[in-house]
T-cell receptor, first 113, second 115 residues
Framework: NAGVMQNPRHLVRRRGQEARLRCSPM?????VYWYRQLPEEGLKFMVY????????ESGMPKERFSAEFPKEGPSILRIQQVVRGDSAAYFC???????????FGQGTRLTVV | QKEVEQDPGPLSVPEGAIVSLNCTYS??????FMWYRQYSRKGPELLMY????GNKEDGRFTAQVDKSSKYISLFIRDSQPSDSATYLC???????????????FGKGTKLSVIP
């Protein structure tokens, strides 16, 4: 049973480009969470999604960032017009429901040059 | 004042030592307390999960919560080189359970266990 799969593992983008990060949850999991880990900082909650619904996006920057979890396919975190400050490790986690353990993926390391 | 404070270390101990890792917090609403282990370039994995005050033991690991002092600890007995990793404390408010919904993490303590 594969764990949470994130791709790409590493992503380099120039300032102003778009970054698309993908997350496939564990089999049977319909709850997905995105966290961001800035250098020298702890993990910060960004958004919580269930299939086709955004439940809580209170941790997501208001501009340039969006997330979706369609009925079919992986969850996508999209960052438009990236800036240097977006360079970070982005982790996705999934769980069976919101009160059970969530399992983290290995993360996508975004570097903006 | 940050919600969760954790000494980033690094902490270096000899193999076999007892390790003590700690976090303090300011939000009285936190009810669930977790410890995650994160190896370099990997995602966090849940080690221990406790609710409210008290101790919980799992093998060589003991998690301790003191809500009156807003202080949590993780003890590792008979530490091994394979324990070398970054340890993250995390907390959530009531009704969140062990899930990852709106966890608040500490910055992590980097631990090295020297053979």
């Amino acid at each position: 049973n594969a764990g949470v799969m994130q791709n790409p593992r590493h992503l380099v983008r120039r300032r102003g480009q778009e970054a698309r990060l993908r997350c496939s949850p564990m089999k049977g999991h319909s709850h997905v969470y995105w966290y961001r880990q800035l250098p020298e900082e702890g993990l910060k909650f960004m958004v919580y999604l269930q299939k086709e619904n955004i439940i809580d996006e209170s941790g997501m920057p208001k501009e340039r960032f969006s997330a979706e979890f369609p009925k079919e396919g992986p969850s996508i975190l999209r960052i438009q017009q990236v800036v240097r400050g977006d360079s970070a490790a982005y982790f996705c986690a999934s769980s069976l429901n919101m009160n059970t353990e969530a399992f983290f993926g290995q993360g996508t390391r975004l570097t903006v040059v | 004042q940050k919600e969760v404070e954790q000494d980033p270390g690094p902490l270096s101990v000899p193999e076999g030592a007892i390790v003590s890792l700690n976090c303090t917090y300011s939000n009285s609403a936190f009810q669930y307390f977790m410890w995650y282990r994160q190896y370099s370039r990997k995602g966090p994995e849940l080690l221990m999960y406790t609710y409210s005050s008290g101790n919980k033991e799992d093998g060589r690991f003991t998690a301790q919560v003191d809500k009156s002092s807003k202080y949590i600890s993780l003890f590792i007995r008979d530490s091994q080189p394979s324990d070398s990793a970054t340890y993250l404390c995390a907390m959530s408010e009531a009704d969140s359970g062990a899930g990852s919904y709106q966890l608040t993490f500490g910055k992590g303590t980097k631990l090295s266990v020297i053979p």
